[in-house]
């Protein structure tokens, strides 16, 4: 699914560019001055209260204390966060597309922990009921959506998914090799009880984290951990450099491509950023406004 699909604003029904549905679309999906920004920081404003909820809920001494006043304000942003999802799925063109879109996605973990916890029965239940509640977490992506220039870095990581991929590939290609040397060199007896127990090791090391909790004893098991370390310093920078790369791609495409656009908005489907010059709305076809220089 290419990047636009995922992170792209869904688009109105223009069966119903006027009236409630067109005025509840430009508050939720556009980002300008007015009701849309002010909506905007309503959500930021209570995704942020909402995670601070669940990170207070989950002390012991403060769940006493507060436990019921918790579980109140926990529904309310419930609701709140339910209701804007439902409305986003009402007032776009496709709903089931905006569902199944990362966003979409990201809104339903937002709400469906609770409704899940609600659900349950039986005492049995409740470590379970327990861990639904911090998922709550999540809705912490929710801001992602009201962070400027998000699009590009989601951009930037999805043309390096493959690159990015490959390079995990000879990562762990590299874990595993080292893990059976391992696993052969020290053996179970020095704490390598098995290969996968080996590959954490590897993993670990090339990390240069070290926990120490394996620890290799033998003259040639130590100088395949330097080996180890060495490639882990070499390859640490390399997903780094391969998503910066990407993101200063993904920025000269971006202001090129804002350079030959202009800020006309359809009057029809209210679609924006046409070619500068252009007659006809590329998306419904109709006869745009006269030009207004940004």
């Known amino acids: 699914m ?20 067109r005025r509840w679309f430009d508050i939720i999906y556009r980002h300008d001055a007015g009701m849309p920004r002010n909506f905007d920081l309503l959500l930021v404003y209570a995704i942020v209260a ?3 909820v669940v990170m207070l809920d989950s002390v012991q001494r403060i ?16 609701l709140l966060f ?21 966003w979409g996605i990201i809104d339903l973990l937002a709400i469906l922990p609770t409704y899940l916890s609600f659900f349950i029965p039986g005492a049995q239940s409740l470590l379970v009921v327990r861990v639904l509640r911090i998922l709550r ?11 400027e220039e998000s699009g590009l870095l989601m951009t930037a990581l999805w043309r390096s998914r493959r690159k990015i991929l490959l390079f995990l590939f000879m990562v762990i290609s590299i874990a595993i090799v080292a893990g059976a040397l391992m696993y052969v060199i020290e053996g179970p007896s020095r704490g ?35 080996v180890l370390i060495l490639i882990g ?25 804002h350079r030959r656009r202009d800020n006309r908005a359809c009057v029809v489907c209210g679609h924006e950023g046409h070619e500068t010059g252009a007659i006809y709305c590329n998306r419904c076809g109709h006869e745009l406004p006269e030009h207004v220089d940004l």
């Open 2 to 21: 290419p990047p636009m699909r995922l992170f792209s604003t869904p688009q109105l029904n223009p069966a119903t560019e006027t009236g409630w549905r």
């Open 50 to 52: 909402s995670v601070l």
């Open 63 to 78: 769940h006493q204390s507060w436990a019921s006043w918790f579980y109140v304000v926990e529904w309310g942003f419930t």
């Open 82 to 102: 339910t209701a804007e999802y439902i409305l986003r799925l009402v007032v776009v063109r496709k709903p089931l597309r905006y569902a199944f879109s990362i």
């Open 137 to 147: 977490v999540f809705r912490i992506l929710k801001l992602t959506r009201y962070i």
């Open 192 to 226: 390598f009880s098995n290969i996968p127990a080996s590959m954490y090791w590897a993993v670990v090391t090339m990390a240069t984290v070290g926990f120490g909790d394996i620890v290799p004893q033998t003259t040639l098991g130590r100088f395949v951990t330097s």
């Open 233 to 257: 310093y070499s390859i640490l920078a390399v997903p780094t450099g391969i998503y910066t790369a990407e993101l200063a791609s993904t920025i000269r495409r971006s202001e090129t491509a």
